[in-house]
């Protein structure tokens, strides 16, 4: 019995990866779609409401059922879906132009079949998009490749307003790259694969070029608590005076911890205080405030909240935390390299954030513009030059293509470790919060701190 508890967690962890992976593109809140197969081979669809829970995950993973949902507000991935009925070229063909339009690299892409691939040969082509390093919007990556899905009669998801099937059941294979035929992994491996996706520069494609406005950045982001947002979804309004600052406090949460469309966010908002203001809002209670009213109230909510985090640069947890991460051994490995310099312990700590999720690969592309980021348009020079002085950075050539390629960079000395800092389920990325949730004995042993650094 214990052995088959030990695999039932094991699984349960396979699940929760695999729900992971799909809720970065997909949005698992209702409506979602059911996908069953009938006896002749068709697909039948229903709607369905609730949110997608690990049963259901694994029915999709083991056929029963599958599943399917609208695209998140900022998705990881854009698929293809080449339907070969719709298409007068060979399914080859039509990769080869993908490949050619998006100027993609073997190791920007992957190729899955649909659900009826078996029948018909069709499939799903994944690419990772990016736009100066930094994933977009749903809005923004539909409006850059949808010329190009359309020049080749595809269609392109995920969708605001049109659900997509989620990836990696029995009937959609893994497919090689030159013969389409499908290859023999499992969804563990599949997730693997995938998450290995090198992400696709799509600044060359933007079809008319945008403003980019320097905003200042508000100081001190706010990010509300999960904790404190599970107790109101569970509990409701907790007393009198406080919707306004409820709605505004979920719709923040809905955009930065789930990452769902804005509208989805006012219909999950809507739905809950209707059902649970508890009494505690006078107006609801007595009618004053029609649906009407209310519904407009959430949707400026939504909107202020999403506006501003885009205004910020803040991207959502799921997508925040395969960018940035750094695990307790970085710090260590910070002190060792700059004991006592707070300054240059900073800027480190910057640039193993960005350098530790992409460490897998033999090195690791880094933008000028990231280099300013990290330290400043002055001193990133000569702070390259210290750490190469130390035997941490090399570069295993100086080649760069202006517009599509920057210099590539190896640090020597760290191993990869996916055992990230995380606060309130968001990896840690600024120097100050870490610093300020660590002991101080901890600061003034490990990084050779004293009280004025501190």
Known sequence: SVQSKDNQQINNQLLIEYDKFCNRTTDSYSPYIIIKKSIEGKEVYTRARGKIDLDQREKHLTGIEMTGGRGKWYPVFMIFDV?????????GAIVDR??????????????????????????????????????????????????????????LYPQSWRKVCDPFSPYQPLLDKESLEPLQHDFKKMIEIFNNIEPVNLSGLIQQQEFKF?????????????QEINELIKHGLQGPGTRHITILNMASYYSVSENVLPTSAGRLIWKWIKNKHNGQSKDIQSGKLSDIQLKYEIEKAVDWAYTYYMRNDV????????????????IDFIAEVFPGDLVNQKRLFKLLCYYNPRSHWPYVFIHRDKWIEFVNRDRYKDFQRALIGKGILSQPDRFYRPGSQAMRYKIHGIKQDKGYIVYDHRNMNDFNDLMAIQPVEYLKSKLKLNRQNI
Request: no cysteine; glycine share 6%.
């Open 83 to 91: 339907d070969t009925q719709n298409i007068k070229m060979s399914k």
């Open 98 to 155: 993908l490949k050619e339009d998006l100027n993609l690299k073997d190791y920007q892409y992957e190729i899955i079949g649909s659900l009826s691939h078996k029948d018909k040969g069709n499939f799903h082509v994944y690419i990772r998009p990016e736009i100066d390093g930094q994933t977009r919007t749903l809005r923004n990556n539909l409006r850059i490749l949808k010329p190009v899905s359309d020049k080749l009669n595809i269609e």
């Open 214 to 226: 320097k905003i200042k950045p508000a100081q001190g982001i706010y990010y509300p608590k999960h």
């Open 315 to 330: 991207r959502p947890n799921p997508v925040h935390n395969i960018g940035y991460g750094i695990a307790q051994k970085h």
